[in-house]
Every structure is written in structure tokens, then in C-alpha cells.
């Protein structure tokens, strides 16, 4: 009910996803992980760990992506209430 104080108190986390059982999210997530764990059993140990290096790297930039993602669509948002609550004028207002 009150987002801020969930947010403030840490009930929120917007970088947290969960993921419903049966999801179709799931499934893909379920396939990739049996995927990749076939895929690096035929590696070897230096294989294994360029692999490790470059999906770390991979998942840092994704993470990076995302948060870029969550803040552009919270300034979309905030930029839709601000229109509802102001007097529409479409060449008075310039948001940055």
C-alpha cells in the first residue's frame, strides 16, 4: 500500500525477479540451465573457465542493461503522471 516505505524498509527489490512455477519463463530457464550444463561437460578446465569469464561478463551487462531498462521506465512513468496532472500543452513542456 505505501511502495515508498516497502521500498525504504527493503520489502521491495526491484532487481529481484521471481518466477512462477510452470512459467513459460521457467521452462526456458529449466532448458537453458540443462543446455549449458551438457554444453560444458565436453570442455575443459581452461574452457570451463574462459566460459565462466565470459558469461559472467555477459550476465554483468545484462544486469547493467536492466537497470537502465527499470530507471527509463520509472522516468516514462513519472512523465505520464506529470501529463495527467498538468494542462496538456505540446510544445510548452520539455522534459530531459
Request: charged share 25%; aromatic share 8%.
Amino acid at each position: 500500500m505505501y511502495m515508498l516505505h516497502d521500498l525504504w524498509q527493503g520489502n521491495i527489490s526491484p532487481c529481484e525477479r521471481r518466477i512462477q512455477k510452470g512459467s513459460e519463463f521457467a521452462k526456458l530457464l529449466h532448458n537453458s540451465a540443462e543446455l549449458e550444463a551438457a554444453f560444458c561437460k565436453g570442455l575443459t578446465k581452461d574452457q570451463n573457465r574462459a566460459y565462466d569469464e565470459l558469461n559472467n561478463s555477459q550476465m554483468q551487462m545484462m544486469s547493467l542493461a536492466q537497470e537502465e531498462c527499470f530507471i527509463e521506465g520509472f522516468q516514462i512513468g513519472a512523465r505520464m503522471i506529470l501529463d495527467v496532472l498538468t494542462k496538456y500543452h505540446p510544445h510548452q513542456i520539455q522534459l530531459e
